[in-house]
């Protein structure tokens, strides 16, 4: 490993509490590693595993995703749905031979600039103790079903306070 090497990381943030604090981890001028790509998605139950998958196969070291914490997501149920989705994921990308700190998922609000920076660090952190990923092949594109709608009784397992 190169010793100037430092790792390619995107984060996909969700837009109504993640990417909030980021900006105001910026306005704040708070550091953190200038590695970390920030994307902004509508919702951490959004997230599409594809989206993950594109960024390993095209060279990112590591994937973090972020949303609201649980209860708190502006769609109600969106973070449990990206929680449950995400852990297959993870467990998944296990499975194709990834260690799992390359792929962590986050909960972060708006008001938590701080909580930001310092998890942005650490999963650089992480991530350059494991060097570079060298993918022997490409992780191939899944087929994920379809984002369930609340009427499907996808989201069965939320606590009823939730829905409410």
């Not at 109600?76 to 990206?82: K, L, P």
């Not at 990834?98 to 938590?112: C, D, K, T, Y």
């Amino acid at each position: 490993m190169p010793e100037d090497w430092e790792p390619k990381i995107v984060a996909f943030c969700c837009h109504w509490c993640t990417y909030t604090g980021a900006d105001l981890a910026g306005l704040n001028r708070m550091n953190y590693p200038a590695n970390v790509r920030v994307l902004r998605i509508p919702c951490s139950g959004r997230m599409n595993p594809q989206y993950a998958i594109e960024a390993i196969n095209k060279g990112c070291d590591g994937v973090l995703v972020c949303g609201c914490h649980p209860g708190d997501c502006h769609y109600a149920t969106g973070n449990y749905f990206a929680r449950r989705r995400m852990m297959v994921f993870k467990r998944l990308l296990e499975y194709e031979g990834l260690e799992p700190e390359r792929f962590q998922v986050r909960w972060i609000s708006g008001a938590e600039a701080g909580k930001f920076r310092d998890t942005v660090m650490e999963t650089v952190e992480q991530v350059r103790a494991l060097g570079p990923l060298n993918l022997t092949r490409e992780i191939p594109a899944l087929e994920f079903p379809p984002m369930p709608d609340d009427d499907d009784g996808a989201f069965d397992a939320v606590p009823e306070e939730v829905t409410q």
